[in-house]
């Protein structure tokens, strides 16, 4: 039986109900038998688990040779560039810390083989009681570009270690927290992310970097017959950064602040001018200019600030 990975992703959660099944991981060796309880292992076995999925259902696959790269699965074995199936798993109660491939291998790749990037990734989001028992809490079927951001010092969220670039790590898709980077809205972004970061990588820079892109997209126009208009870095990298969005909108929020306290500040002026018009005693007449002055200070004071607060957000523009 062929499927889809679309048709996997619906036969776990509607015909296997996995959201409503538990499991246990046994070990034994010699006459010891044990209940694993160690969650850090779970994400390999879900791996494992999934081509004995495959087998118990009669579905045909070829898996793959490299386990460095994705897909783990090629759900048509007839054609090794279509229906490819990654599986990954990672704690719910954490984050997600799997990597999506190894940076380089990666690049190279995708220029001679874009159809990669149609790889379907199946992510299972599990649990484990603290009596060993595997809950699955969420699964997901995701586009790569759907798992992926940008980070601060990279177009593209990496493992760097020592100033050398390492693995794809993925992004937060799965929580409705404020975070500072997004994840992609598009493949295209996501290319012109990967490309940007070939640039910055110093063992590409000066080989393969200059023509990455002409490549990558004659290669993905033969493969799909599109002609994909990827965008520059420079021009959608702020659409990515939350964090940077957040200062902003602080700021724009401050000046708005601003200006409704100098207006109060101004009402207040013009009220007590008014009192002081129509004071008929001494008294009335010096509280109202004790009033007036208090008010004025008070403007001076709130067009400070408001000053201060437009420096701040036009600085951010």
């Known amino acids: 039986m062929r499927v889809t990975a679309q048709e996997v992703y619906e036969k776990l959660i509607n015909e296997d109900k996995i959201f409503e099944i538990q499991g246990q991981i046994k070990f034994y060796l010699g006459d010891v038998s044990i209940i694993v309880k160690q969650r850090d292992v779970v994400g390999n076995i879900i791996q494992e688990w999934l081509q004995g999925w495959l087998d118990h259902h009669g579905i045909e696959y070829a898996p793959s040779e490299n386990s460095q790269m994705p897909p783990d699965f090629f759900l048509n074995p007839d054609n090794l560039t279509e229906n490819l199936l ?13 990597d999506i491939a ?22 299972f989001g599990y649990d484990m009681t603290d009596d060993g028992y595997v809950v699955i809490k969420d699964l997901w079927l995701k586009k ?39 994840v992609f809205t598009s493949l295209e972004d996501f290319i012109c992310a990967i490309e940007e970061t070939v640039y910055l990588e110093p063992k590409f820079r000066n080989t393969i970097a200059s023509t990455w892109l002409t490549k990558f997209k004659r290669n993905y126009k033969a493969t799909f017959g599109v002609e994909l208009d990827i965008p520059r870095w420079n021009n959608i990298k702020d659409k990515y950064d939350m964090k940077s969005v957040r200062i902003k909108e602080k700021a724009q929020e401050d000046v708005n602040k ?60």
């Open 144 to 182: 790569v570009w759907q798992i992926t951001r940008r980070m601060e010092d990279y177009p593209i969220n990496l493992q760097v270690k020592d100033g050398v670039i390492h693995k794809i790590r993925p992004a937060a898709w799965y929580s409705e927290a404020v975070t500072d980077y997004s």
């Open 258 to 317: 601003a200006e409704e306290a100098l207006q109060k500040a101004k009402d207040k002026l013009a009220d007590s001018q008014s009192k002081l018009d129509n004071a008929k005693t001494e008294k009335q007449i010096e509280k109202a200019k004790a009033a007036i002055e208090k008010a004025e200070e008070k403007i001076a004071a709130c067009e400070n600030k408001l000053a201060i607060a437009k420096q701040k957000l036009n600085a951010l523009i």
């Open 102 to 123: 190894d940076f380089r291998m990666y690049a190279e790749e995708i220029i001679e083989k874009p159809y990669m990037l149609d790889v379907d990734y199946l992510i």
């Open 86 to 98: 990654e599986v990954k798993a990672f704690n719910r109660s954490a984050s997600a810390a799997f």
